[in-house]
């Protein structure tokens, strides 16, 4: 099978469909809770989790956001397009691939509570890993509603409809 296919990787990987968009697999979830933490989390928390994630140019990651920080590590494929709309409404990106020349990095930080939606723009796939502390619980995860959130970033709607899926 062709390593340059994002189906190999899939495959490979045993990746499932994630809600947001793209393929996962959870690779890690520590042992160890965390029993104080922020009131923003409802109960304890894990130290650290980690996933495969893997987009490809038919299956974009719409907008969500997490109540916890998260790394994208550069594993394999081409490059992707993170966007982000912090909670003041201030829109930004980021490029994660190998490409140093063209400004992408092999890690992006996700900062918790940005709204932020992912795209391929390079090649046809890209795989990466993504590690969230404390760790993700799918409780922590808000998929964005289109109504809401252009309601709420007017001036991002267009960008914000590309990216949502109702």
């Known amino acids: 099978m062709n390593k340059a296919k994002a189906q190999y990787w899939i495959d490979k990987l045993e990746l499932v469909e994630h809600p947001e968009g793209g393929y ?18 409802d109960g304890e928390r894990r130290f650290g989790t980690s996933i ?14 997490l109540k916890s920080d998260e790394i994208w590590h550069f594993h394999q494929g081409g490059a992707a397009k993170i966007h982000f709309i912090s909670e003041e409404g201030d829109y930004s990106f980021k490029m994660i691939g190998a490409d140093f020349e ?43 509603e289109r109504i ?15 990216f949502t899926r109702n």
């Not at 893997?54 to 990651?61: K, M, N």
């Not at 007017?154 to 914000?160: M, N, S, T, Y």
């Open 24 to 41: 996962y697999k959870e690779t890690y979830r520590s042992n160890e809770p965390i029993k104080v933490l922020p009131n923003r989390y």
């Open 52 to 65: 495969y994630f893997l987009l490809t140019t038919e299956s974009v990651s719409n907008f969500h956001r």
């Open 102 to 144: 063209n400004e992408e990095t092999l890690q992006v930080v996700i900062p918790r509570n940005t709204w932020f939606a992912a795209e391929v723009i390079k090649i046809d796939f890209i795989l990466v890993g993504c590690t969230v502390a404390p760790g993700f619980e799918f409780q922590d995860f808000e998929l964005a």
């Open 148 to 162: 809401d959130l252009s309601a709420n970033y007017p001036k991002h709607a267009d960008l914000i409809k590309q």
